[in-house]
């Protein structure tokens, strides 16, 4: 799992929180924080998802790791699809033929439930199984 540390401590900072609130609010020390906002050490995954939730961010805003049932929702802001879409672009090639299929049509749903039904035969094109 990759922790996004600089997104951590931007995203924390550009909240006001202290990492002695983070601490508090997670029962965690202070200092612990503190690695995390400097990446020394990642949290482990259930505190990443704890980190999203107290800071009201997507787990994509923060790392890696896959959302959940009750995880904050990964297309909630401009930045976090922004931050996605990056992600997608960086790994395309690295994703086989199937993946890259299926990748689309996830962006395609995506799309087309967000945009008014006149447009929903836009975005991205399907993909060669």
């Known amino acids: 799992m990759e922790f996004y540390h600089k997104n951590f401590q931007r995203l924390r900072e550009g909240r006001g929180l202290t990492l002695a609130e983070i601490g508090d609010a997670l029962q965690v020390a202070k200092q612990t924080v503190q690695?995390?906002?400097?990446?020394k050490v990642?949290?482990?995954?259930?505190?990443?998802?704890?980190?999203?939730?107290?800071?009201?961010?997507?787990?994509?805003?923060?790392?890696?790791?896959?959302p959940e049932p009750g995880d904050p929702c990964f297309v909630a802001s401009g930045e976090t699809?922004?931050?996605?879409?990056?992600?997608?672009?960086?790994?395309?090639?690295?994703?086989?033929?199937?993946?890259?299929?299926?990748?689309?049509?996830?962006?395609?749903?995506?799309?087309?439930?967000?945009?008014?039904?006149?447009?929903?035969?836009?975005?991205l094109p399907q993909q060669d199984a």
Not at 53 to 61: G, K, T, W
Not at 92 to 102: N, P, R, S, V
């Open 81 to 123: 699809k922004d931050m996605l879409l990056s992600a997608i672009i960086a790994h395309w090639e690295m994703l086989d033929g199937a993946e890259q299929a299926q990748v689309a049509g996830l962006v395609n749903r995506l799309l087309k439930e967000k945009r008014p039904a006149a447009d929903a035969g836009a975005g």
């Open 42 to 66: 990642r949290p482990h995954i259930k505190r990443v998802r704890e980190i999203a939730r107290l800071m009201r961010c997507s787990v994509y805003d923060i790392s890696d790791i896959q």
């Open 35 to 39: 690695k995390w906002d400097k990446g």
